[in-house]
């Protein structure tokens, strides 16, 4: 048993850097401002692209607390503060009062950012056609499967319940 951990172990940490790498050049190519600009284009909105992200992310994840919403964009809060009462400015999303917490305003999308966010949508999906053309239905679905598992497991906070030293 104890060999089998240590092949696991060592297959783990042999595949982390490759991860790693991959996930920082997903992450590059998901910043960067001029594909977001693309999206937009090719969704036919009219929309700032500093705002982008937060509209889709409201949509996606709402309703959601600015704080929130801050900390997993990597924003400072008030930076995110003003986006979104830019996005309530343009009726794209509303806020109201948490109900499991007075204290916090949440951010939801309104139908009118609903609609801009199904363009969106359709355009994300027009290029996943293109980005996923050659591959079999087989290899899409187990990279879809395999993708929601480890974002499930990043959600969960891995390091929440470690010992210091497997930090």
Do not use: C
């Not at 937060?54 to 704080?67: D, H, K, M, N």
């Not at 309530?88 to 999308?109: C, F």
């Amino acid at each position: 048993m104890s060999s089998k951990k240590k092949v696991q172990d060592t297959h783990i940490s042999e595949q982390m850097r490759v991860l790693h790498g991959a996930l920082i050049s997903i992450v590059s190519a998901m910043n960067r401002p001029r594909n977001d600009g693309k999206m937009i284009e090719k969704a036919g909105i009219r929309l700032d692209r500093a705002l982008f992200s937060v509209l889709v992310s409201i949509e996606r994840l709402g309703p959601i607390g600015v704080v929130e919403l801050a900390e997993r964009s990597g924003r400072d809060y008030t930076t995110i503060s003003r986006q979104v009462a830019k996005l309530e400015s343009q009726g794209l999303v509303r806020r109201r009062e948490s109900p499991l917490d007075r204290r916090v305003r949440e951010a939801v999308v309104s139908a009118k950012g609903k609609a801009m966010t199904d363009r969106i949508d359709a355009a994300r999906e027009r290029m996943g056609h293109m980005i996923f053309k050659d591959w079999s239905r087989e290899e899409l679905d187990a990279f879809v499967r395999s993708m929601r598992k480890f974002a499930d497991a990043l959600e969960d906070d891995p390091l929440a319940d470690a010992d210091p030293e497997e930090r």
